[in-house]
């Protein structure tokens, strides 16, 4: 089974499109975690345990952990999930992207030490550049399209040959990148419009979109420009709507009922 | 004294343009060094002593050491640099890039966790994410421009308005991304036509050139497309060609003659 496959049945297991991005600040935690040995481990085990009759996929953002030489939280996030929850994916959110021989080294990180099913990368290198990613057939390489930032487009807007840059990044991405297709991308909830075009380009590649939520992203739009011919194809993912839904002892709690409400809005809306 | 200030500090002191990358991969380190507690550590420790005289900065790229989880051995390369060579400024290959709120969180692994002096960052996301790395004015920001891979032209190259795209990122580098005046911009040896247009529209501002030896850009055209109107503005790297000059007991003693022959063959085109 590869990625997509792993992704599709678990998402048809939990009626969800529903990701949750694991990305903790120590600042943010509730006081019962703070005071844990491993309090980022504490947390995303509660989040984790709360949610996961309810998504598709948890996205652990590696900077939160990076930022605090958290590395040994994030691997033990990772595994407990593989341990309890198998059917669910994990996508880790780097955006990687480097030369060739460096690139060899990121995917290890991504998929040899973490045990990834799937990583998120930066195509500004090139299709070369992702080979590394690539090449590993039953893992998910989820490409950055058109980015939910308020900037998003200044560089991906601008024009070539008639068609923003990120169209020529989408039709790569679904044709001459795509060989073992385990290609997904990403595309902003906060850029409707852009999605459908993304859409229309790539046929059923799934994609990964963040920014609904905290961002803003409108989800009744994002479903309608989104879902492919299958009305599915969309990784919905919410991060702080959902991890500090509650800040008390009930965190996990309110976190549950926050990822019921958003899995079942998209549905209503699907 | 800002970063690129720095820089230039080191350059006149040794007389250099030369900064060596410390990527070291534990199949190809001198079995002397395989042998310690902290193999990277030592090998590093053992190539800054026999070099730090002969060059500009250190560039350790974190990939190598993110793949094997020895983020301790990198922690503790930097801190060796700064303690014992405070001149030498150190330049964190990360090629990092987020929406803002995790670009923060990046911003504090590499200045903050690590105290890199720079950072190298990935411009696809546009200039708000790269304002929480530039806000830190005092250190360098490292910005991907046209990447010495093969197919580095696949996206970089793309015309728009009649211009390739890199050197759209490189007008904004020098305009209005530059605010405090600490962008510095990747361009790669193996492109020096290319390396030339940039120099041309980023007048001094200061560029890191990766590809020459292993990936095989020609120094002397590097330096005549490269350098700015005070002969000066480039920081050349070379990893693979130094760290791996030798292989037995006298590995530094063979980096330090590699980085001497280099250091003095770029001043003699310059």
Redesign the interface.
Known sequence: MNFIQKLEWAQKKNNSLLCVGL?P?LERLPELCRRQVQPFLTFNQALIDATADLVCAYKP?I??Y????A?AELLATISYIHKNYPDIPVILDA??????S??E??A??AF??YQADAVTV????????LEPFLKYEKKGVVI?CR??????????G????GEP?YL??AE?AATSWNKNHNILLVVGATWPVELARVREVVGEIPLLVPGVGA?GGDLAEVLRAGLDSRRAGLVINSSRGIIYAGSGEGFAEAARQAALELRDAINYHR
């Open positions: 990305d600040s953002q900077a939160h990076a930022a605090c030489g590395e955006k990687r992207g480097d030369v060739g460096t690139a080294k990121y290890i990180e040899g030490r930066n195509p500004y290198l090139g299709g070369d550049a950055l980015t939910s930032n308020p900037g998003g487009g200044e560089l991906q601008l024009e070539v040959d840059f020529r990044v790569l961002q």
